[in-house]
Each structure stands twice: as structure tokens, then as C-alpha cells.
């Protein structure tokens, strides 16, 4: 049995879930697939395992592939926590085959209503395709002393991704970032690449995806690795039907399906038809033709077939981008190195 290793970031969210019951459905058969579940708490990697169980025990693929558990405890806006994630990883494994890269928080507080009903009766598809009533807090530094949102959804994943290189290597992994419709220029300066002096640091975070993804595909290509960037397009999630009541949420879904049928190619609404594109790169897609310079995204259909539709994405700044990431990966290097020594000594 040939065995591979999958990663999700965030596993217990609705993307990550769907991204994982996708790959249970196309993985190749005779397959012994490791789905290593990654939370910042072991209650929610508890629940999210019984929900795959509960999946593929349903599925058709009962009888051609085998599938087992890891879990990894990270929070990636605590740089000892990506550490401890790395040497957990680089103790139990040579290779890993795919990394989903979907876990990312926003610093939200709250939604302005007000604006939210101006915005939906002057043009109802803007409001729920690119809104600007989600309040968003300016400044808000980690305990490591970086952009909260930055660490968070882009300097931790890569500096993790550093530190496993050479299991993702061995594994010719697929490496897929998830992106955002969210994410036009406008929304990064490249005087604030901490996204500490903006209040759209969740959309400069998937701008920076963007371009960190430019400028590090072809040096990984090199290495066996595919990386691809991704975005899901808009569907219903936990993070923010905290914010909605009753009304709201069903108010919203509404408005969601008069956005698809107004011919958005984006509102996919549900979690399944959003991880379309994040498992197209790397089970259909074939590296060797398809294009990796562009953003692959999860569409849907007036009628509610998915598709995938590609996205142009302007390049300008990766260079400063990486140039950054990869002084404060030095950064880091130095600030760890002594962190996790080995204290057992061998009788
Ligand atoms: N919902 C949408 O319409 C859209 C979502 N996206 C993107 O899709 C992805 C998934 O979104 P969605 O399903 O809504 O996810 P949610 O916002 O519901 O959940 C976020 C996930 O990320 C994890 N997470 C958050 N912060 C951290 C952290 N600091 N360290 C480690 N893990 C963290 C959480 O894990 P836990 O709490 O278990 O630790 C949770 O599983 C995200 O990258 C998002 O930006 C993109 C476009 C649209
Ligand atoms: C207007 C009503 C009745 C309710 C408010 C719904 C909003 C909470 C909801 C509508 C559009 C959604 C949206 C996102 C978050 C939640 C909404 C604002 C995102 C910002 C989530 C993250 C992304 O990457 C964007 C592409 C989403 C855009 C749409």
C-alpha cells in the first residue's frame, strides 16, 4: 500500500473539512492515506476526526483506501508553536505528499450595520462579493511582537514550510495556498508588509499570499514541489456566522444565492463546492501544463454547477515581499536556535 501524508491547516473549519472528505474521494486507489489534522486546541481536532471518519465511512472508498489520524497542536501566530509543529512533523516523517495551507484568522469586531444596509440596498452583489462593512481592528501585534494577521496567515505558514522543506521534498509535494478574492493590490502597502497600519489587514494577509506564492513557485518546482494559490470563492463559515442572528444568517443566504443568480461566478455558498479549486491543483490539474502563475478559483454556475475560473495576478512588489520574509525567516532561525534542545540523555 503506497502511503501518503496530507497536512490541512485549520482541518476543523469548513474549507479545511471539504478540502479533506475531496481528497478522501480522489485520492488514487491502494492508497494508505495519513491526514495529519492541525488545530490551535485538541477538542476541536477530536471533533473534526469523528466528522472524516463519519465521511469516509460512508464513502465508496471504504475498499481501496485505507485512511489514519495525526494531529499537530500549532497556533501560528506563536512562533514556538510552529517550532514545536516542525519537530513534531520532522520526528515522525521522511515525506509528506500535500500541504493545505487554509488555516488564517482576521482581527473582525463586528460589522457595521448601518453601512452593511446601505451597501446592500445600492448594490446588493458589491455588499456580499466585496463588502466594506466588516470592522476590522488597526495594529494588533502578536506576542512575538509581529502583525498579528501577517504571522497569522502568512510568516507562520512559510516559516513552517521553511523548516519541513525537506519532507516536502522527498513527498514531491503539493503545496496549496488559500487565497481570497480579497486580495487587489490596493490592499498592501509595501511600507507596511506587517499589515499593522491598515484596517483591511485580512485582505493585505491574502495579497501577500499571492505574491509570496509568485515568488517562491519556480525555486520549489526545482526542488520536485508543486505550489499552487487558490481561492474558495465565498461560502458560509464559522468565523463569521458568529456575528449573524437568525434573520441575518438566512438574510444573508439570500442574498447570497440572488448574488449567483444575478451570474456571480463566486458565491459557492457551501463548503464542498469551495474546495473544488484547493483539490483541482493537486488531483486533476497536471503540473506539467497547467499554469502556476495565475490564482485557480472555485466557481459556481447560475445553475449551481462548480468550475474552476482562473484569475490573473499582478506581480508587482513580490520581489520586496520575499526579500522581507526572508530576513525576518533569518530572524527567527536566530531566536530559535536554542529553543527546543534534546534532554534526554541516552543510558
Ligand atoms: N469563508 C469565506 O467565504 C472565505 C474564506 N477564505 C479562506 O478560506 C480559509 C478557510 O476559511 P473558513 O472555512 O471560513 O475558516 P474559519 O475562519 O471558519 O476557520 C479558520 C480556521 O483557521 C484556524 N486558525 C485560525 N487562526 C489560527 C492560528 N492563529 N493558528 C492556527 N490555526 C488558526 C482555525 O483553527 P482552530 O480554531 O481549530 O485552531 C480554523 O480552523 C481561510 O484561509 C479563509 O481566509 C477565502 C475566501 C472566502
Ligand atoms: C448583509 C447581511 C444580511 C448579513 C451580513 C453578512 C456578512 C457577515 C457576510 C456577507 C458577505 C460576506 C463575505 C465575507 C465575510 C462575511 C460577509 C461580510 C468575506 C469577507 C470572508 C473572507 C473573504 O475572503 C471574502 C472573499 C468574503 C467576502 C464576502
Known amino acids: 500500500m503506497n502511503r501518503k501524508v496530507a497536512i490541512v491547516t485549520g482541518t476543523n473549519s469548513n474549507l479545511g473539512l471539504n478540502i479533506v472528505f475531496r481528497l478522501i474521494e480522489t485520492e488514487d486507489a491502494n492508497v494508505r492515506l495519513t491526514i495529519v489534522v492541525t488545530s490551535r486546541t485538541l477538542p476541536r481536532v477530536q471533533e473534526v476526526i469523528k466528522q472524516i471518519e463519519d465521511f469516509y465511512n460512508k464513502s465508496n472508498r471504504v475498499g481501496d483506501l485505507e485512511i489514519d489520524f495525526d494531529y499537530l497542536l500549532v497556533d501560528f501566530t506563536n ?11 520532522n520526528k515522525k516523517y521522511d515525506a509528506i505528499n500535500y500541504l493545505f495551507v487554509n488555516a488564517a484568522q482576521g482581527i473582525f469586531d463586528g460589522i457595521d450595520w448601518f453601512g452593511a444596509v446601505k451597501e446592500v440596498l445600492t448594490s446588493p452583489l458589491e455588499a456580499v ?19 498579528l494577521v501577517f504571522q497569522a496567515n502568512v510568516f507562520g505558514p512559510y516559516y513552517f ?4 522543506l525537506p519532507q516536502l521534498t522527498k513527498g514531491k509535494a503539493y503545496i496549496v495556498w ?18 499593522l497600519k491598515t484596517n483591511a489587514s485580512y485582505e493585505g494577509s491574502k495579497r501577500l499570499v499571492d505574491l509570496l506564492h509568485l515568488a517562491t513557485y519556480k525555486d520549489l518546482k526545482k526542488l520536485g514541489i508543486n505550489q499552487y494559490v487558490v481561492q474558495p470563492g465565498i461560502f458560509t463559515s464559522h468565523s463569521f456566522s458568529k456575528y449573524l442572528n437568525f434573520f441575518t444568517y438566512f438574510g444573508m443566504l439570500l442574498l447570497f444565492y440572488f448574488a449567483r443568480l444575478l451570474g456571480s461566478p463566486w458565491h459557492n455558498i457551501d ?5 473544488n479549486a484547493p483539490v483541482y491543483v493537486t488531483r486533476l490539474a497536471n503540473p506539467n ?27 508587482t512588489g513580490m520581489s520586496d515581499v520575499l526579500a522581507y ?3 525576518k525567516r533569518l530572524e527567527w532561525d536566530e531566536k530559535l536556535k536554542d529553543q527546543i534542545v534534546e534532554t534526554r540523555i541516552p543510558i
Do not use: C
Not at 512562533?79 to 512533523?89: C, E, P, Q, R, T
Not at 487565497?179 to 508588509?193: G, Q
Open 271 to 275: 463548503g464542498y463546492k469551495a474546495a
Open 79 to 89: 512562533m514556538v508553536s510552529v517550532l514545536n509543529a516542525y519537530y513534531d512533523i
Open 178 to 195: 488559500i487565497s481570497s478574492i480579497m486580495s487587489d493590490p490596493k490592499y498592501l502597502s509595501l511600507n507596511d508588509i506587517e499589515l
Open 289 to 315: 501544463f497547467e499554469k502556476q502563475d495565475v490564482k485557480y478559483g472555485s466557481a459556481t454556475s447560475r445553475d449551481g454547477m462548480p468550475y474552476i475560473k482562473t484569475q490573473e495576478i499582478d506581480p
Open 129 to 147: 462579493t466585496n463588502p466594506t462593512y466588516k470592522i476590522q481592528l488597526e495594529g494588533v501585534k502578536s506576542k512575538d511582537d509581529m502583525g
Open 161 to 164: 514550510i521553511s523548516k519541513i
Open 325 to 327: 520574509m526572508q530576513k
